[in-house]
């Protein structure tokens, strides 16, 4: 897993599964909110 993009345009199946279970248990409203921050800081 090392010197892996964080966001990559093709996920196989096994990375998309890790990805759901990752973020099952975080609130979109969180997620969305840590993006808008790191948008407005670049």
Do not use: Y
């Amino acid at each position: 897993m090392t010197g892996r993009p964080k966001f990559v345009l093709k996920l196989s199946t096994e990375d998309a599964n890790w990805i759901r279970q990752k973020f099952a248990n975080v609130p979109p409203g969180k997620l969305l909110d840590r993006n808008d921050h790191l948008w407005r800081r670049s």
